[in-house]
């Protein structure tokens, strides 16, 4: 695991050539089809070199939940550890790996009709207004909340019309088992010179529109008509600004900056989960090389592996 620009994929493209592995995608943003620019995905070769999975499997229509995410990688590793392959996981979004570690509350499939209407209240009223709604009904997820966040303030009240509880409620006490047959070595790369995070960071987002990140979205505009900047895929960092200039609510350099702010915002957001879990720090050299951490992932491995046996 990992913030973004941290090097995860060289990483585990590297270790390919010491182990039989297959990588298990942990990236909300990579199971979307036609959007490979502004998210990093491993080239055509890369995805050739080493199996991959949970990667293009979705239209930029389409939503992944933690719940699918828990359900298909546990039976990916299972299946990948019966083809007598090491199953790696790699990426960044914290809230699927820590669903698959801690278990993930049960929660109610969503329902069309009424996210629209939410959604066409929202617009029409306000969001404000939905989330004094949900300071009614479920006062504890409302202060988690921001008014700003329309999805998550989507589903809680979608859960609390569906349910009559409050989501905060059964996040609690309807939580789902994590599969305790499954062995996890937890390492991270846990950067602390945000120095040379942040320049890794800026660097990429620049790359990602000389390469081509604004054609990719006018692209997705004209392949997908019914998308819009509320749809999940068009949340993902860099996405959504990209759109607002398409949208000419930005100007090219506005863009720019603000692309690369929210990925440093994503990527703190990233570094807080991993404080919180129990992880091994590949990063002991503060410096973010390749061969020194991939010196102490083989290290790990090889002792984890020494008491495994």
Do not use: C, W
């Given at each position: 695991m990992g913030p973004t620009a941290t090097g995860k994929t060289q990483l585990a493209l590297k270790l390919a050539d010491h182990y039989p592995i297959e990588i298990i995608s942990?990236?909300?943003?990579?199971?979307?089809?036609?959007?490979?620019?502004?998210?990093?995905?491993?080239?055509?070769?890369e995805l050739s070199q080493v199996t991959h999975h949970l990667i293009n499997i979705l239209s930029p229509l389409e939503s992944y939940s933690v719940a699918n995410f828990v359900r298909d990688s546990t039976n990916l590793i299972k299946a990948v550890n019966q083809r007598g392959k090491l199953p790696v996981l790699v990426g960044g979004t914290m809230m699927y790996y820590n669903g698959l570690l801690n278990g993930i509350s049960h929660l109610p499939e969503s329902d069309a009709k009424i996210r629209d209407e939410l959604s066409q209240r929202g617009l029409k009223d306000g969001f404000n207004v939905l989330h004094d709604e949900l300071s009614r009904v479920d006062n504890v997820a409302a202060l988690k909340i921001a008014?700003?966040?329309?999805?998550?303030?989507?589903?809680?009240?979608?859960?609390?019309?569906?349910?009559?509880?409050?989501?905060?409620?059964?996040?609690?006490?309807?939580?789902?088992?994590?599969?305790?047959?499954?062995?996890?070595?937890?390492?991270?790369?846990?950067?602390?010179?945000?120095?040379i995070l942040h320049s890794r960071i800026n660097a990429r987002f620049n790359k990602m529109l000389v390469d081509g990140f604004i054609d990719e979205v006018q692209y997705l505009q004209l392949k997908y008509s019914d998308l819009t900047i509320d749809d999940t895929s068009m949340r993902c960092v860099g996405y959504y600004q990209v759109w607002q200039y398409l949208a000419g609510q930005l100007s090219y350099q506005q863009l720019l900056d603000s692309g690369m702010a929210a990925t440093r915002q994503l990527a703190k957001r990233q570094i807080t989960w991993l404080r919180n879990m129990e992880i091994i720090n590949l990063d002991i050299n503060q410096d973010l090389k390749l061969d020194s951490m991939f010196e102490q992932l083989l290290c790990q491995i090889s002792r984890f592996k020494k008491n495994s046996t």
């Open positions: 942990v990236d909300s943003a990579l199971v979307y089809r036609d959007m490979n620019i502004g998210t990093a995905k491993p080239s055509v070769l008014p700003s966040d329309k999805q998550r303030l989507i589903r809680a009240l979608e859960v609390f019309y569906l349910t009559g509880k409050p989501i905060s409620y059964l996040q609690q006490h309807n939580k789902v088992i994590p599969d305790n047959e499954i062995n996890f070595l937890n390492l991270a790369i846990l950067p602390t010179n945000r120095e």
